[in-house]
């Protein structure tokens, strides 16, 4: 199990979905921008990853990678859940209830016979669901039966005060931005909070419920040897915006001719999946990699903001970091690198859905970076899971090219 309170993988998403609900009031629009790059072909332990529009969110879906995945129940019910995140922040499979129709997910419960939910939460804010067993397809490999978090399960109490403690409810589809999150990080199991619950209340569950019952990643569970982690490959896009894009996640490193990792840089993680990024000369330990955030989060020196806190240089930045080992991985290592930063302001939100150079400013304390969505394109990002084995090391690690 992951020591308690390793809950920072959870909490990015949100990091990057807030200002993207901002967009709306930038005059962004949402529909229909055409494809940039070709729709690429997958194997079987390969997954499409889409950057698109989706228009029932009712905002713009900026660098939000979609996935999606087949959810089966116990009686061999299946349904093909559309516009997931792809998260390689977090770790666990939620999906919406709404999204369920159709398929027998009973919450699971408790040795005490009470019924199990979780409490993901995020820095402005939680999701509340009961836990339930699954077996999840992604690709054409399976997982499970495992447990998912189902958001917003009926049936369940409203959230006690200790999850919501006075924030938002973030588990609806315009906050999410999809049907779902698909949580491919570098832990196996969620560690909560969890709650077992009667017909009005629930309980925090102290100690938590043993590993087996907890919300997993399923690429950690997959019936096959592509089980130690994953390799997301996003296409370059141009500093101005791209409209549609794909890229391919596919499940196992180098365990497979298409997910072979010759040539990657490794930066192994410390035990919380954290490595160190220095820009503008300042180091910022507890930094992370994150398809699950659509911004790059950073404190930049000297870069004038709007009044989100969005960056806006007077001309497009090229600024160098390096990657590196925080104290506590396994061994040092480092890479240099660059972000590109634009004008926030001058971003066409109108047609365009993937940008590498949309930038806003930290709030976490002590400041992180946070290298988002746009960090992605153009490269290769490999996550071996924790203590799982692979040709670039024992994980948790990352490795680019």
Known sequence: MNPRGVRRPVLRLLLGLAPALLLSACGGGGGGAAPSSPVPAVG?????????????????TVNIPYVTVR??????????????????????????????????????TTTGGARLAECARFLGGYI????????????????????????GASGLPAAPSGCSNGTTDVGTLQQLQGNGLLGVGHFVA???????????????????????????????????????GIVL????????????????????????????????????ADPQGDLTV?????????????????????????????????????SLLNLPI?????????????????????????????SLVAFNDMATRVTTSPAIVDLGMPYFYGKQVAYVINGRSSPLGVGPLYALH
Not at 283 to 302: C, E, I, M, T
């Open 44 to 60: 079987s332990n390969q997954m499409l990853v889409t950057v698109e529009s989706y228009p029932p969110v009712g905002v713009p």
């Open 71 to 108: 959810v089966c129940d116990a009686s061999g019910n299946c349904r093909d859940i559309d516009h997931v995140v792809l998260d390689t922040g977090s770790y666990g499979l939620r999906v919406l209830q709404s999204a369920l129709v159709g398929l027998d997910l009973p919450t699971d």
């Open 128 to 151: 509340w669901g009961g836990v339930s067993h699954a077996t999840v397809q992604l690709g054409g490999e399976t997982a499970g039966p495992l447990p998912i978090q189902v958001i």
């Open 190 to 228: 969620d560690p909560g909070p969890y709650y077992g619950c009667g017909a009005t209340t629930c309980t925090e569950l102290n100690p938590p419920p043993a590993t087996s019952a907890m919300v997993s990643n399923p690429v950690a569970l997959l019936a096959s040897s592509d089980d130690n």
């Open 233 to 268: 490959a996003m296409p370059a896009v141009p500093n101005s915006g791209a409209g549609t894009t794909y890229g391919v996640l596919s499940l196992g490193v180098g365990t497979q001719a298409d997910n072979a990792v010759a040539g990657f840089s490794v930066i192994p």
């Open 278 to 314: 220095t820009l503008q000369g300042q180091a910022y330990p507890g930094s992370f990699l994150d398809s699950g955030s659509n911004f790059y989060f950073a404190s930049l020196s000297g870069v004038p903001v709007d009044s989100r806190g969005n960056y806006i240089p007077s």
């Open 322 to 350: 390096t990657v590196s080992a925080s104290t506590g991985a396994a061994y040092p290592a480092s890479l240099n690198s660059q972000i590109y930063v634009a004008n926030y302001s001058t971003l066409d939100f109108s």
